[in-house]
């Protein structure tokens, strides 16, 4: 039968004598089922594929590890065969003569370096392997997974720094901003800024790189010259005028030139020392 309020579309119940519902509602739950299994896969996937991403990587560290020991094992196995084989002397016999010098070879084809590649972390670099890292060059010792700088690697090329020049300011002027390494002169010295804003010069800011030289001492004193020509005769006064109004003396020399004095000033200064 149908129910109150309206939920179900038919009258049928389920084993369970509960109404079985609509076709709309069994079609929300098949979606709502969908929904769910699938999130759920969803997650079941990343956490697989989470797994294998740290398999992988545990892998690739642990096979590094293998090579390195390996190589490790293999020269310190060489090494040991080299001084058994070194300690072994034959009980008879003398050294045989020395063989003749034997003919010179064919000229070999010219080293090269390996390819240099930029070092990543998701590589294994294999001994005698050339990489690039933060500004430097680097050649593997031996079989690695290590980050350069490191005991595996030996450099080929450091990385350098950007230069630094003095720049020359002229004489010092203390109104002036200063910078680091800049260079300045004071009383006959030269000053070079030890860093931005150094203060006072000279102070505990700069660093003196070159000081004014003492005065000498006096030479030896040359011979007295030759008495020089007669020279011409100079000018001389040959009358004057006063002038009342300015209180100026106007001496007239005998080139026609005349000198001006004036003289306001000694009148005032006897006035006040004589009290008129």
């Known amino acids: 039968m149908t129910s109150t309020n309206g939920q179900y579309a038919t009258a049928a119940d389920n084993d369970d004598g509960l109404p079985l519902p609509s076709a709309q509602d069994q079609e929300l739950i098949l979606d709502a089922w969908r929904e769910a299994l699938g999130q759920a896969l969803h997650i079941r996937d990343t956490e697989w594929k989470e797994k294998v991403r740290v398999m992988a990587a545990e892998s690739t560290a642990v096979i590094a590890e293998l090579r390195a020991a390996t190589a490790e094992f293999r020269n310190g196995l060489e090494a040991m065969i080299a001084e058994r084989l070194a300690q072994i002397r034959p009980m008879d016999g003398k050294e045989g003569a020395r063989g003749e010098r034997g003919q010179k070879g064919d000229k070999g084809d010219p080293g090269e370096l390996p390819i240099v590649r930029a070092w990543s972390e998701d590589d294994i670099s294999y001994a005698g392997d ?4 933060e500004g430097g060059t680097w050649q593997a010792r031996k079989d690695t997974s290590k980050k350069p700088p490191h005991r595996d690697w030996v450099p080929l090329a450091l990385p350098g720094r950007d230069a630094v020049s003095p720049t020359i300011r002229g004489t010092y002027r203390e109104d002036e901003r200063y910078l680091h390494l800049e260079v300045v002169a004071l009383n006959g010295s030269a000053f070079i800024a030890r860093c931005d804003d150094p203060g006072e010069c000279p102070g505990e800011g700069w660093q003196l790189i070159a000081s004014a030289g003492r005065v000498g001492k006096p030479g ?8 020089g020509e007669k020279g011409e005769v100079g000018p001389h006064i040959v009358g004057c005028e006063i002038d009342r109004a300015s209180y100026t003396l106007r001496l007239i020399l005998s080139d026609e030139s005349e000198v001006a004095l004036q003289m306001r000033g000694l009148f005032e200064q006897y006035h006040e020392e004589c009290g008129a």
């Open 220 to 227: 030896i004193r040359g011979e007295k010259g030759e008495r």
């Open 130 to 133: 050339v990489v690039t890292c």
